[in-house]
């Protein structure tokens, strides 16, 4: 927090001096009852945040080791600490990312999918079926006897 909560208390009951007249105990009074009110909010939103201890420290592990977010049958999200199958466009756009920002935030390899692994597989098996490795070549090496028959 920027502000400690004693400043917090400070600051509101400055502000409500300024528009009604309080005095002294009504100032001292009321200053404990918002520190009071504000630490009790404070605890109740650390308690209640999103995910427990256990997945906290291990989005945390994830942070310091990034690649092994990469899983077998899901991809976590080191942003939010989601588990997917495949961190999109649209999902990394929420933060303010494109996949190659994100993969440099978190020095994951440009060449790395984000998807997991058991996803990437099946792409791979899917595109190797339909022959996509040889239409490929094929398609460079006529690019390339046209570029050298132009240039």
Same mark, same amino acid.
């Given at each position: 927090m920027s502000k400690s909560l004693i400043e917090l208390s400070a600051d509101i009951i400055a502000?409500?001096?300024?528009?009604?007249?309080?005095t002294q105990e009504d100032m001292a009074q009321g200053l404990r009852t918002v520190f009071q009110t504000l630490r009790d909010l404070?605890?109740?939103?650390?308690?209640?945040?999103?995910?427990?201890?256990?997945?906290?420290?291990?989005l945390a592990y994830l942070r310091q080791h990034p690649l092994e977010s990469i !899983? #077998?049958?899901?991809?976590?999200?080191? %942003?939010? @600490?989601?588990?997917?199958? /495949?961190l999109s466009n649209r999902h990394l756009a929420l933060y303010?990312?494109?996949p190659r920002e994100y993969k440099?935030?978190?020095?994951?390899?440009?060449?790395?999918?984000?998807?997991?692994?058991?996803?990437? !597989? #099946?792409?791979?098996?899917?595109?190797? %079926?339909? @022959?996509?490795?040889?239409? /490929?070549?094929?398609?460079?090496?006529q690019r390339k006897q046209q570029q050298e028959q132009t240039g």
């Open positions: 502000a409500q001096a300024e528009h009604r007249s309080m404070h605890q109740t939103y650390q308690s209640t945040e999103p995910g427990d201890p256990e997945a906290k420290s291990e !899983q #077998r049958n899901q991809v976590i999200c080191l %942003e939010s @600490g989601k588990a997917y199958k /495949l303010g990312l494109t440099k935030k978190w020095g994951i390899p440009q060449t790395t999918p984000l998807s997991a692994r058991s996803l990437t !597989q #099946r792409r791979r098996k899917l595109a190797k %079926e339909m @022959g996509m490795g040889a239409q /490929l070549a094929e398609w460079r090496a």
